[in-house]
Nanobody
Framework: QVQLVESGGGLVQPGGSLRLSCAAS????????MGWYRQAPGKQREWVAS???????NYADDVKGRFTISRGNAKNPVYLQMNNLKPEDTAVYYC?????????WGQGTQVTVSS
């Protein structure tokens, strides 16, 4: 059984930066894609960024130019660098690893952007 654990969240002022990490309890191979999602209080979970097994990236319009998703390795498969954070970025952030045939999700890490 694979467990994913996000880390790197916390409280930051507007304009600040955070780097989120996603660690796997066991090595994950045959990864098709990875992504980051977030869920703010009272709202649905939304897609933030994704990266394919060959490194192609896509971003939600709201974070494009501010966030960068990157690949790691089998034990730490994906990262999210967040710059110029805004209050509307406040949410619980989740990493996702897509394999065949299973998808894996982390438990989430809280990001709060406030002055």
């Amino acid at each position: 059984q694979v467990q994913l654990v996000e880390s790197g969240g916390g409280l930051v002022q507007p304009g600040g930066s955070l780097r989120l990490s996603c660690a796997a309890s066991v090595s994950i191979f045959n990864i098709n894609a990875m992504g980051w999602y977030r869920q703010a209080p009272g709202k649905q979970r939304e897609w933030v960024a994704s990266i394919t097994d060959i490194g192609l990236t896509n971003y939600a319009d709201d974070v494009k130019g501010r966030f960068t998703i990157s690949r790691g390795n089998a034990k730490n498969p994906v990262y999210l660098q967040m710059n110029n954070l805004k209050p509307e970025d406040t949410a619980v952030y989740y990493c996702k690893v897509v394999t065949r045939p299973y998808d894996y999700w982390g438990q989430g890490t809280q990001v709060t952007v406030s002055s």
